[in-house]
């Protein structure tokens, strides 16, 4: 059972509908005994950073997810605010994200030409070895919708660029930790691919 964790922010019922359509048992939950016991997270999000660490932490959440995630190692997917969150902190606020990943997220420089927010379909350059993505085409297109970008501290950690105006790492991994700036859930049968891949994947 993949849960996703409801802190009050995020499209719950999105990604449980695209999970179902792709054949993965799933639900959303705000209880911490759910968290502890699933066999995968989805820790989704929109919005502001501080306002996603602040409801994060005021859900009673937190140790659940760092238990399933740390300590059991269980998989767990960020998703757009999510996967930001999963670094060290943003340029967006001044709260501490989870710190899971040495990362910082960046403001997308404004440049001629480039619309900030970058919203829309783009592909990603991703790893040969990328287990979101196996079996995806290489002109495979996500759904973005953002305005900072994750900055890794280890390259290790991307998984997946994207052009906008700039390369910026779209997708980190480490261990059981992955996470996308794109939105799986609004990216057809690309993003059902993705999310397939994940509830499928058992890290080593």
């Known amino acids: 059972m993949i849960v996703i964790v409801d802190y009050g ?13 792709a054949g993965v048992e799933a639900q959303a939950s705000a209880a911490a005994g759910d968290v502890r016991a ?3 997270l989805i820790l989704p999000g929109v919005g502001h950073f501080d306002h996603g660490m602040r409801m994060l932490n005021a859900s009673g959440l937190r140790d659940a997810i760092e238990a399933a995630a ?33 990362m910082t997220c960046r403001l997308l420089p404004s440049q001629p030409g480039v619309r900030v927010p970058h919203m829309g379909w783009n592909q990603v350059a991703h790893r040969v070895d990328a287990p979101l993505f196996l079996g995806e085409a290489p002109d495979a297109r996500y759904y973005f919708v953002h305005s900072y970008y994750m900055e890794c501290a280890d390259p290790a950690d991307s998984a997946g660029t994207t052009t906008h105006g700039m390369e910026f790492t779209g997708v980190v991994q480490r261990g059981n930790v992955f996470g996308t700036q794109f939105h799986p859930e609004k990216s057809l049968r690309h993003g059902m691919n993705v999310l397939r891949n994940f509830a499928a994947h058992t890290p080593a």
């Not at 922010?9 to 359509?21: F, P, Y």
């Not at 300590?71 to 060290?88: E, F, K, S, T, Y």
């Open 9 to 21: 922010v995020g499209n719950l019922a999105s990604i449980v509908n695209m999970l179902r359509a």
């Open 38 to 40: 699933a066999e995968r």
């Open 70 to 102: 740390l300590g059991n190692r269980r998989p767990v997917l960020g998703i757009c605010l999510g996967a930001q969150m999963l670094g060290r902190s943003s340029e967006e606020g001044r709260e501490a994200g989870l710190g899971w990943l040495d």
